[in-house]
């Protein structure tokens, strides 16, 4: 079920949906809920594996996948940005994977996109996205050929055409569309057969221009080569080897050992490094530099290129065969702690494939083995030691391709097994078997067969080409002794002929002789032109027979096709080290770090055809070293690693896997030898944790051996022993099993009683948690009877965990010990609950007595039996009553009469009283339980309907409740009784029926309903109740619609403004809050006219807001809001002004035209066209005042004239501009000045006298009086003026202080102070400051008193 659309449609959402966006576990996928509530079991879409982005070359197959999930199941559309999805591609589901997939089979840069998957369904929908980026290689072959073909060819007939068309064969050529600079690329590094194959995947048909500027460029690739590369030769384009691998190398020599080497692919850069165990690997040999790619995948095929210091080395195209599933990996089911087996066949070989578990990459580790046959077809992973967690989905990935399987995972449900943890098993659940082998087999001879005939097709081609070639040169050579034969024989026969007419003309004279001799020679010159022609003229009707490009390079010899790869071989194995010549005659010279080597018993050197193999038997450590191989002049090195892991003697490993078998307390000891290269890393395990040294763990360790001796085992370390030793060259584990022997565990409890009766007990118990390691042989019993101190011995019963007791007394109870006994002894004891013999069983209670009817004298019981009757048939029942407000039970039918039926009518009841009734069920054990008691009943006539309740009206309603009021029903006596009860029903407008609101009665005569819809209509309806039955209901006489009492729209704001200015750039923001029922529909004008659709609206119930991100000044106008519903309408505006800092006016310029005023004119603001409320204000400043005042504002003209201008004075006039906002910068006019004559002034003043400032001391302020505290601090100071400066002399009691260092004494700037630090008995007396200068003498007294 698929849909195509385009992605930029919009989906459409349904009236009533929600749309909730929730976030998915996936990221990237975005899901969107229709429903507030999704219902109990029902899912929106997800994705559990997205569609991802590909980069990929032209001309590949691109597939996005994505697995879906839902309920109901979702419908999956695929879209792209921009164009549609078209019979190009192909859309497929896997419904037993729940896959989906979009498939390109031949992708082109036109379907460079970005695709969507959408899955939807009723609850909601999910989105992804995923880019495809398209990597263009080139024009292809058809397109050239077409337009080749369908180009005009225009043949000048004569020399004048061609120079009259010469313009636009220029143009035709600058039309042809440009070649892309890989197939440059890849030219300049391939050899010259293969030069035709590139031409054509290119759609290169121009041949002779194409080698013109392949010249061209190889000149200018050289130049740039030689900045970094002394020399380059050797260039073997990538090849995919046997062993799954692919490399390409060459020989340089660099003139910076430092330089820097780097790999692109496709032109993006990858790493590499000099480990060849990583993906791109780099070894280097001397001047030879081998790239490998390791383990290639269908993700490896591209464009390889080199580069050196940013120079372009060398360029190769690596392609791959499609390879496919030949057999899928199956469903595996496993029991827990089995290994599981998920197998696949492939088309053609890798060496890797992609394993995938729950969307996660799987590693080769301690949980996964990866493994790969040796035909590389078969790829295989297997989960070792499955526990329930490893259930799942596995996938097998090549590239766009891929297959998938479940997991199963069995929990072992044994429960002996219960708490302790399980054994692993050796089984393995899985594989393909005898089936997949034979497919793989099958595919590997034809894939071989494929190889073989490739392989003879290109010798084929090359022996052809070969022969061709020596055909050709034979021909030539025998063309060119023909002629040169002929052309010798011709000058014989000229000079035999000139020498016969010589020999007349001496008969006849010497001057016919001479001209005989001329004639002669240009005869000859005549003949030896013809012969000159001739090859000549069959040059130019050569016909090409050979390859495209005229083979020239002359034969290099002898030269290696394989060179030696490094080989890491295990000490005592053998090593082999081959490598592969161009001829099968020349025989290799091996060296070892130099010295040459020669065959002995240990080395072997074969000779195989084209191949030359070094052969090192029972490898050992001085083995190790750098090999080289030389023929003709030619060498390929290689490294030869011995390497030495550790391994474990055969003999102690046999014996080390044997299980070991102990009694609990003993000692256990296991100890293996091994070799290998030092240091090790030995560690041992027990059941997968390590194991270290303590008290009860002791573990030698040495260069051949370690010991493990485990001292005083307890039973709870039976289980697996594993040693694990690793250094530098590998890892070795061995697995053995410790079983530690040990009595069992008590019996578990509680016993299940099979039966007790008055002649047996029977019963059962479940088997110890651990039987110590042996089965168990017997059960030992003893019984205690309640009450006794003694024990009886009951004996072995035998290994069956029940027992029947026969020897009991009815009524008795017993308690039992049990032990279980095995070989390794007997354990503790269970004790029994005490188990009773005859036990009493009762029944169970019937079912609550249902009231059938009532009346004065008489009320009507039913009742159930109980579900539990003893066992035993019921005898029958008892009833018993009880009135309201009493504790007291007592029984109805008589106690030697139980009441055989399940109903009984009691007649012993009083009239008006309210009842309550329990059954009890009776056997041959007695009477039971009693049942729930019944509801109260009163004991008179039933009674009649109420009547319909009066006045029934709505008090209040909302968007979603609605609130109702009425009064009760009237009574009429043997008509209606009174009402006990209401029931509120409704009736949406769409649905006929009626579906109450409460499920019990109310006693209100009010109710509120909830859950309503907003603006749906109801009917409404109430009926009364009591004993009797429900009455007739009282409707409301029209629908009801849920919504609050109709409201006038009115506006809620205390302050509304109504006049805004805002700056242009900030945002503006306006909120209208109002009331309205029902809600209102709200619209905003601006100038009468809707507003602008930058212009943000949000309103809600109650509040409506306009939004203006960021104003500019064509936003001023008056904004108006119109709330309008049914009711009615009100309106409210708000002016806004959008507005900006004014620019400062033009020039200012002066003019007199009044003599005492000045006219002060500008040129406009800039803004004062836009802004209808600027306006202008003029300031003045004169040289007098010297300050700035403002002479006019208000302006909304450009001139004014300035009056008062007084002559002799200089004017400054400045004239602002201002707006709402603000004022702007002053425009500044020119200075002003009006001149005016001056008369002489002149002035007599008197002679000035001489002024002395000199004056006699005098105390501007007098010393007071003082009272201080004895021990405390005292302050005296006054203020004294005289000009010169007055000296000042302290006295006490007459005596001069100046000198007695008790008193502080300063004189500060006319003020003279005095402290006494600390005020004594003898500081009592009259203080005097006397001041003098040289023109008088004052002096000022006080007192000071102390305090005691």
Not at 24 to 42: A, N
Not at 411 to 430: E, F, H, Q, V
Not at 676 to 687: H, L, T
Not at 1016 to 1043: F, H, S
Request: charged share 30%; glycine share 6%; hydrophobic share 35%.
């Amino acid at each position: 079920m698929f849909k195509i659309r385009k992605s930029k449609d919009e989906e459409p959402t349904a009236p009533g949906q929600v749309r909730i966006k929730k976030r998915s576990r996936v990221p990237g996928v975005m899901i969107t809920q229709f429903v507030e509530e999704l219902p109990e079991g029902m899912t929106t879409p997800d994705f559990t594996r997205k569609p991802i982005a590909i980069t990929i070359q032209e001309g590949k197959q691109v597939i996005f996948r994505a697995v879906v999930i839902g309920k109901p199941a979702p419908t999956v559309t695929w879209m792209r940005n921009n164009g549609e999805i078209d019979d190009s591609y192909k859309i497929t589901q896997d419904k037993n994977g729940g896959e989906y997939q979009l498939q390109i089979p031949d992708v082109t840069s036109d379907h460079a996109d970005t695709y969507k998957c959408l899955a939807k369904n009723e609850y909601g929908t999910a989105v992804v996205t995923a880019a495809l980026n398209v990597i263009e290689v080139g024009y292809k072959k058809n397109r050239a050929m077409q337009e080749s073909r369908t180009a005009i060819r225009e043949v000048p007939e004569d020399f004048k055409k061609a120079l009259k068309n010469k313009v636009d064969m220029e143009a035709k050529e600058e039309k042809k569309p440009e070649i892309d600079d890989k197939f440059w690329d890849l030219l300049m590094s391939a050899e010259k057969k293969d030069y035709e194959s590139i031409c054509a995947q290119y759609g290169v048909t121009d041949f002779r221009g194409m080698l013109k500027k392949l010249n061209e460029k190889k000149m200018e690739r050289e130049v740039e080569q030689e900045r970094v590369v002394e020399r380059l030769c050797n260039l073997k384009p990538v090849e995919l080897k046997e062993d799954g691998d692919a490399e390409f190398e060459l020989e340089m020599s660099l003139k910076d050992p430092c330089s820097k080497i780097y790999l692109f692919k496709d032109g993006v850069m990858i790493p590499f490094d000099q480990d060849t165990e990583v993906k791109h690997g780099l070894k280097q040999v001397g001047k030879k530099f081998v790239f490998s790619i390791n383990g290639v995948s269908a993700e490896d095929a591209g464009l390889y290129q080199v580069e050196v210091d940013g120079v372009k080395i060398f360029s190769t195209d690596f392609k791959l065969p499609p390879v496919d599933f030949l057999v899928k990996i199956q469903d595996v089911k496993a029991e827990e702690r089995e290994d599981a087996v998920f197998e696949c066949v492939l088309s053609h070989p890798l060496k890797k494939i992609t394993w995938m578990g729950k969307n996660i990459a799987l590693e080769q580790g301690d949980k996964f083995d990866i493994l790969v046959s040796e035909d590389m077809l078969i790829h295989s992973l297997v989960v070792k030691d499955c526990l329930p967690l490893d259930k799942g989905i596995y996938a097998a990935v090549i590239g766009m391709k891929s297959c998938n399987a479940w997991l199963i995972v069995e929990a072992d449900n044994d429960p002996s097994s219960i708490g302790k943890k399980k054994a692993r098993k050796t089984t393995r659940a899985g594989g393909g078997g005898p089936e997949l082998l034979r497919i793989a087999q099958e595919q590997n001879e034809k894939v071989q067969k494929e190889r073989e005939e490739l392989v003879a097709k290109v010798r084929a081609e090359a022996e052809a080409a070969a022969a061709e070639k020596a055909e050709a040169e034979a021909k030539a050579k025998a063309e060119a002794d023909a002629k040169a034969e002929a052309a010798a024989k011709a000058k014989a026969e000229a000079k035999a002929k000139a020498k016969a007419k010589g020999k007349t003309k001496e008969k006849t004279g010497d001057k016919p002789k001479t001209k005989k001799k001329v004639k002669a020679k240009g005869e000859d010159k005549v003949e030896g032109k013809t012969e000159e022609g001739e090859p000549t003229q069959e040059k130019r009707k050569r016909v090409r027979a050979g390859p495209l490009v005229p083979d020239t390079v002359i034969d290099p010899g002898v030269y290696f096709t394989g060179g030696l790869s490094d080989v890491n071989a295990i000490l005592g194995t053998d090593a082999e080290l081959v490598c592969r010549l161009s001829s099968e005659e020349c025989d290799g010279v091996w060296f070892k770090d130099g010295q040459e080597l020669v065959a002995t018993d240990d080395i072997c050197i074969v000779k195989d055809g084209t191949y030359r193999k070094l052969i090192i038997k029972n490898c050992k450590e001085e083995d190790a070293g750098k090999y080289r191989c030389e023929a003709d002049g030619r060498k390929t090195e290689a490294v030869l690693n011995v390497e030495d892991p550790p391994r474990f003697n055969s003999d102690d490993l046999a014996e080390f896997i044997k299980p070991i078998t102990i009694k609990s307390g003993k000692d256990a000891a296991f100890k293996v030898s091994f070799v290998g290269r030092e240091p090790f890393k030995i560690q041992w395990y027990n059941e997968g944790e390590e194991l270290l040294e303590d008290s009860h763990t002791k573990i030698e360790k040495s260069s051949s051996h370690s010991r493990l001796l485990l001292t005083k085992c307890p039973r709870k370390i039976s289980g697996e022993i594993k040693i694990k030793i690793k250094n530098e060259c590998g890892t070795t584990e061995a697995i053995t099993q410790l079983l530690v022997l040990d009595k069992p565990t008590p019996p578990l409890g509680p016993v299940d009683i099979i039966e007790s009766s008055s002649t047996c007990i029977d019963f059962k118990w479940r088997i110890p948690k651990d039987n110590g390691g042996c089965p168990i042989t017997d059960y030992i019993l003893e019984r205690q009877q309640i009450g006794r101190n003694s024990w009886k011995k009951l004996g072995k019963i035998g290994p069956e965990a029940k027992y029947r007791d026969t020897d009991v007394d009815h009524g008795r109870k017993y308690c039992y010990h049990i032990r279980a006994e095995t070989d390794q002894g007997v354990s503790e004891m269970m004790e029994t609950d005490d188990i009773q013999a005859g036990t009493k069983a009762y029944p169970g209670a019937p079912s609550t007595p249902k009231i059938v009817s009532a009346f004065k004298d008489c009320i009507n019981l039913a009742w159930s039996a109980p579900s539990n009757t003893g066992g035993t048939n019921l005898l029958g029942y008892n009833v018993e009553k009880r009135k309201n407000g009493s504790n007291l039970w007592s029984q109805v039918n008589p106690p030697d009469e139980p009441i055989k039926e399940k109903k009984y009518a009691v007649k012993d009841v009083v009239e008006g009283i309210e009842y309550e009734f329990r059954v009890f069920a009776i056997n041959i054990s007695g009477a039971g339980e009693p049942s729930t008691p019944s509801e109260f009943v009163f004991a008179r006539d039933p009674k009649k309907p109420p009547g319909k309740v009066i006045d029934l009206k709505v008090t209040d309603s909302t968007y979603t409740t609605l609130s109702l009021g009425w009064t009760k029903p009237i009574e009429e006596e043997g008509v209606q009784d009174e009402a006990k009860g209401y029931f509120v029903e409704l009736r949406p407008a769409e649905n006929p029926e009626w579906g109450r609101c409460n499920s019990s009665a109310i006693i209100m005569t009010s109710y509120t309903i909830m859950g309503l819809k907003s603006m749906a209509m109801y009917w409404v309806r109430v009926l009364a109740t009591n004993e009797g039955g429900d009455g007739e209901p009282q409707e409301l006489d029209n629908y009801i619609i849920a919504m609050p009492p109709p409201v006038r729209p009115q506006f809620t704001d205390k302050k509304i403004k109504n006049f805004m200015v805002m700056r242009a750039g900030n945002s503006v923001r306006i909120n209208f809050n109002f009331q309205a029922s029902p809600i209102p529909n709200i619209n905003w004008l601006k100038d009468g006219l809707p507003v602008a659709k930058h212009v943000t609206v949000s309103n809600s119930d109650t509040s409506s807001q306009l939004i203006i991100a960021s104003s500019e000044r064509h936003d001023t106008g008056i904004y108006t809001i119109i709330v309008k519903n049914m009711v009615g309408q009100e309106t409210s505006s708000v002016e806004i002004r959008v507005t900006d800092d004014p620019k400062p006016p033009g020039p200012v310029e002066l003019d007199e035209n009044v003599s005492g005023t000045v006219t002060v004119s500008w040129t406009p603001s800039p803004d004062e066209k836009k802004d209808d409320r600027l306006h202008y204000m003029v300031t003045k400043h004169d040289s007098v005042k010297r300050t700035w005042h403002t002479v006019a504002d208000h302006l909304f003209n450009n001139k004014f004239t300035a009056v008062n201008i007084m002559p002799g004075r200089q004017y400054k006039f400045r004239v602002y501009a201002k707006n709402d906002m603000g004022v702007s910068k002053p425009s500044e006019s020119t200075l002003w000045e009006v001149k005016r004559t001056k008369e002489t002034f002149t002035l007599s003043l008197p002679a000035s006298k001489d002024c002395s400032f000199e004056t006699p001391p005098a105390f501007s302020v007098p010393l007071k009086t003082h009272n201080s505290p004895e021990s405390y601090e005292c302050y005296m100071s006054c203020a004294v003026t005289g000009n010169p400066k007055p000296y000042i002399t302290w006295y006490r009691n007459n005596i001069s202080l100046n000198t007695n260092t008790n008193y502080y004494i300063t004189n500060t700037c006319g003020v003279c102070s005095m402290v006494i630090l600390k005020v004594g008995p003898k500081d009592s007396g009259d203080y005097t400051v006397v001041a003098e200068n040289s023109l008088g003498r004052v002096e000022c007294s006080t007192k000071l008193v102390v305090q005691d």
